[in-house]
């Protein structure tokens, strides 16, 4: 049998264990309550909260089990402490660690383990939230991430326990006429709780502000530069929605670790929301100094995260303010910190951004368009164009692609560059595109109805649109709604969007696929996917990204790489278009590489649908004025 390990940080683990106040103590029905729900939820037999002293462990919370404690010799959970990721045992008796162990060939006879570390606020790790079984069994992902949130209930139930006996033992002493020493440790501890995060261990928004107001007096008398720094990692909702709110925490303490690294001694770390941070920087050594800080500390976060065999990539937007060019008040620094990250957010991202009183102006604009926003639809002010594809090797109309528009009654057309961001941060998307897939359908059968020729139109999906809403019930009713032929509709995909949540993505996509419909990977070479990948999907098309259509003219690099793309593309039985053709030689360049499809403003700008029904016209279009080359095309599909 192997026992386990004794932590590095054991004196600091056991001290932060026994400020709990819990180790020993009897049942609580709070504690109870959330066994029995782990227990009910993933259908074992038992559920324990389990706290790891230095020789035992002791059970604050058993459902199923007798024993009030165990040797931490034997326990499961003693190991578990050991990492920061959940152990899962699917059956003890074929893992070496625990093959003999007494617990697993004799009573209660455990085969199955999962437990989940429970932190206290200083991330001392305490002991688990675990379930075991008498028999062999697997645990998937979303269970998983369901014991995960259990736990973290366990967690804030200790803190706001530890929180209220602090506060009571201090209104004891204070009636009691105690020491100043008794009465300042009593205080100290109390004000511990209510000012630092109860996940990360950090210090929250409360202790961060007075911690600048604190700093302000002194950075004036020294005559010295400091900096409040604001971090949001983006894109954040994405994980919690795509693999749960356990990856979630797992990506929130990396960042943490990371920043910490980074610190210097009289620094201060702060999480302030979700995900935000906040660093307070008392000596920056001047600006080229600051700026070579800020970027190391940005490129450390900016890192993949590895969580129940995935990896997690994350990018963070980080913004600065300056004392006291950029404000001389906690209020203003933080608030012009906060400004210059969210101007780093909306500017795509993973980058670094000093204040600037302009892009308080812009926030403000922004602030006003996500709320006029909201009520774009009903007020009709939303719209499609259509940007025709046409067929490079025959000259002819192979498509259209619908874009979205939105025409503002004061700002006219916004461009969707500025607002898509904007409905996609705030969930907006979803709505807005389940009514961009239902406009554009609802006018190929229009145009069918018409009498024009039936031709197949693209519309793009975004990744909250495709992994939060519904959209193969959207799609379904359509096709039966409307009576136009399901591989007319085609459904442009990020290669972001196929990587974020690879098995969901593959399932939705294969739904959709058995309903008839084309689906295309869109702005194809600027993610992380590979062919290999792609293997893996039912797709029929993929979608060059403009930027190489941009560069493929002057560079020869750029042009391989566009043959190498359609070369594989074509192996791989899928058509190719590219977007962005701006001029006549890069729509030749394209041609000549084999490439299928071609879409710009050399061909057409984008049309209205009365414009794009008079264009659906039979008959050549622009692309017929190209020299032709002769013999074969280029690439085959083999």
């Known amino acids: 049998m192997m026992t386990p390990a004794i932590p590095v940080d054991e004196a600091r683990r056991l001290a932060a264990l026994h400020a709990t106040s819990l180790f020993g103590t009897g049942p609580e029905e709070a504690f109870d309550r959330i066994t029995r729900m782990t227990a009910k939820l993933l259908g074992v037999?038992?559920?324990l909260i389990s706290l790891v002293g230095s020789d035992t462990q002791w059970f604050k919370s058993r459902c199923g089990f007798d024993a009030q404690t165990t040797s931490r010799e034997v326990s499961f959970c003693g190991h578990a402490i050991l990492t920061d990721q959940p152990l899962v045992v699917e059956d003890a008796a074929n893992d070496p660690r625990f093959a003999?162990?007494?617990?697993?060939?004799?009573a209660p006879h455990i085969r199955f383990y999962a437990g989940v570390q429970l932190y206290s606020v200083e991330r001392a790790k305490l002991g688990t939230l675990c379930i075991i079984d008498s028999a062999p069994r697997e645990l998937d992902a979303a269970e998983l991430a369901e014991l995960h949130d259990l736990a973290r209930m366990v967690e804030e139930l200790i803190y706001h326990r530890q929180l209220v006996m602090a506060a009571q033992q201090l209104h004891d002493q204070l009636q009691?006429?105690?020491?100043?020493?008794?009465?300042?440790?009593?205080?100290?501890?109390?004000?511990?709780?209510?000012?630092?995060?109860?996940?990360t261990g950090l210090a929250n928004r409360q202790a961060l502000l007075g911690a600048i107001r604190d700093s302000v007096?002194?950075?004036?008398?020294?005559?010295?530069?400091?900096?409040?720094?604001?971090?949001?990692?983006?894109?954040?909702?994405?994980v919690n929605d795509a693999l749960g709110h356990a990856a979630g925490d797992e990506v929130l303490v990396?960042?943490?670790r990371c920043l910490q690294a980074g610190l210097a001694e009289d620094d201060l770390l702060a999480r302030t929301g979700s995900d935000e941070f906040v660093l307070l920087l008392n000596r920056t050594g001047g600006e080229a100094a600051l700026l070579a800080r800020l970027r190391g500390l940005l490129e450390s976060v900016n890192s993949s995260v590895s969580w129940a065999g995935k990896d997690i990539s994350i990018t963070c937007s980080l913004g600065f303010a300056c004392f006291p060019q950029d404000g001389e008040d906690a209020d203003t620094l933080l608030s012009n910190a906060n400004t210059a990250m969210r101007h780093a957010k909306e500017t795509g991202g993973a980058r670094?951004?000093?204040?600037?009183?302009?892009?308080?102006?812009?926030?403000?604009?922004?602030?006003?368009?996500?709320?006029?926003?909201?009520?774009?639809?009903?007020?009709?002010?939303?719209?499609?164009?259509?940007q025709p594809k046409i067929d490079l090797q025959g000259g002819t109309l192979a498509g259209f692609e619908a874009l979205l528009r939105w025409r503002h009654p004061e700002h006219g057309i916004v461009s969707p560059e500025e607002f898509v961001p904007i409905a996609e941060e705030t969930g907006l998307i979803v709505p807005i595109g389940d009514?961009?897939?239902?406009?554009?359908?609802?006018?190929?059968?229009a145009w069918h109805a018409a009498g024009l020729p039936q031709i197949p139109v693209a519309v793009n999906l975004s990744a909250r649109q495709f992994l939060q809403g519904d959209v193969v019930a959207l799609v379904r009713e359509l096709l039966a709604q409307e009576k136009i032929a399901p591989h007319l509709l085609e459904l442009e995909l990020t290669e972001s969007l196929s990587m974020a949540d690879p098995e969901r993505s593959l399932a939705i996509m294969r739904e959709l696929r058995a309903l008839g419909v084309t689906l295309s990977i869109d702005d194809f070479g600027t993610g992380y996917s590979s062919f290999a990948y792609l293997k893996r999907l039912p797709i029929d098309k993929l979608k060059i990204d403009k930027s190489f259509v941009h560069d493929m003219v002057h560079s020869s690099d750029a042009r391989a790489i566009v043959q190498a793309i359609v070369a594989m593309a074509h192996r791989m039985n899928l058509r190719v278009v590219a977007e962005g053709v701006e001029v006549a030689a890069q729509a030749v360049a394209l041609r000549d590489t084999g490439c299928d499809q071609a879409q710009g403003y050399y061909y057409a700008r984008p049309l209205d649908a009365l414009e794009a029904g008079a264009f659906l016209a039979p008959g050549p279009h622009a692309a017929a004025a190209l020299p032709?080359?002769?013999?074969?095309?280029?690439g085959s599909h083999a």
Request: net charge positive; glycine share 6%.
């Open 45 to 47: 037999p038992t559920a």
């Open 100 to 106: 003999d162990n007494p617990i697993v060939v004799g």
């Open 176 to 199: 009691q006429n105690a020491s100043r020493a008794q009465l300042a440790a009593s205080a100290g501890q109390v004000e511990f709780l209510l000012t630092h995060d109860t996940l």
């Open 217 to 238: 007096a002194d950075w004036g008398r020294r005559t010295s530069s400091a900096a409040v720094a604001c971090l949001n990692i983006d894109r954040f909702k994405r």
């Open 254 to 256: 990396a960042v943490t």
């Open 352 to 386: 670094l951004q000093h204040f600037a009183p302009a892009q308080r102006r812009e926030l403000g604009r922004r602030m006003a368009l996500e709320h006029q926003l909201h009520r774009a639809i009903e007020r009709e002010e939303l719209f499609l164009q259509y």
């Open 435 to 445: 009514w961009l897939v239902r406009t554009a359908v609802k006018q190929m059968a």
């Open 628 to 634: 032709m080359r002769k013999g074969p095309p280029g």
